[in-house]
Nanobody, 120 residues
Framework: QVQLVESGGGLVQAGGSLRLSCAAS????????MGWFRQAPGKEREFVAH????????YYSDSMKGRFTISIDNAKNVVYLQMNSLTPEDTAVYYC?????????????WGQGTQVTVSS
């Protein structure tokens, strides 16, 4: 049974930083794309970033590239999202994702989400 458990969300002031973690378990993730989506109140879920579990290739949403950095610790099966220069528009529930279909694909396994709130 696949489990994705997020942590690291919270309240931060605009301009601040947070690092999210996602601990993955339950199967081998070779060939998977691991990463993050987010959903703000009243909006659709949107892609944030993916990283190839096997090759480490990184994929970002254009609007977050340069501010967010995704990384992975394969030994621990943990995916990280370092978020810098946060703005109130980054306020959302952030969901960990693992999928085999490809980068940016909204499919596969999901975590329960972690709330990120950025105050102005």
């Amino acid at each position: 049974q696949v489990q994705l458990v997020e942590s690291g969300g919270g309240l931060v002031q605009a301009g601040g930083s947070l690092r999210l973690s996602c601990a993955a378990s339950g199967r081998t993730f070779s060939g998977y794309y691991m990463g993050w989506f987010r959903q703000a109140p009243g909006k659709e879920r949107e892609f944030v970033a993916h990283i190839s579990y096997s090759y480490g290739s990184e994929y970002y949403s254009d609007s977050m590239k340069g501010r967010f950095t995704i990384s992975i610790d394969n030994a621990k099966n943990v995916v990280y999202l370092q978020m810098n220069s946060l703005t109130p528009e980054d306020t959302a529930v952030y969901y960990c994702n693992a999928n085999w279909m490809g980068p940016r694909r909204d499919s596969g396994y999901w975590g329960q989400g972690t709330q990120v709130t950025v105050s102005s």
